[in-house]
């Protein structure tokens, strides 16, 4: 059983800064793209970062600039760093990783965390 968990979400005053991480356990070969998506009220669930197991990034035109994305490959851990929070990145973020569970099997990236709310307001 693989779980993502996130942590690192709360409440910030616009121009603020957030560390969100989120760890991967279980039984599992290979984690490859790791990402990170977010969703706010009423909305549709938008990709704000991804991050390959290489460490190349991309990112959503509303965050570049304001949002890093890292990984430790070793602790099966990915990382966003939110600077410069504006009231609109109010969200629950989630993560979301593609992972071979075996050495023969096709990586999916049917995996997801639970969600950690992040608000920005003053």
């Known amino acids: 059983q693989v779980q993502l968990v996130e942590s690192g979400g709360g409440l910030v005053q616009p121009g603020g800064s957030l560390r969100l991480s989120c760890a991967a356990s279980g039984s599992f070969f290979s984690i490859y793209t790791m990402a990170w998506h977010r969703q706010a009220p009423g909305k549709q669930r938008e990709l704000v970062a991804s991050?390959?197991?290489?460490?190349?990034?991309n990112y959503a035109n509303s965050v570049k600039g304001r949002f890093t994305s890292s990984r430790d490959n070793a602790k099966n851990t990915v990382y966003l760093q939110m600077n410069s929070l504006k009231a609109e990145d109010t969200a629950v973020y989630y993560c979301?990783?593609?992972?071979?569970?075996?050495?023969?099997?096709?990586?999916?990236?049917?995996?997801w965390g639970q969600g950690t709310q992040v608000t920005v307001s003053s």
């Open positions: 979301n990783a593609v992972i071979q569970l075996q050495p023969v099997s096709i990586p999916t990236n049917d995996y």
């Open positions: 991050i390959s197991r290489g460490g190349s990034t």
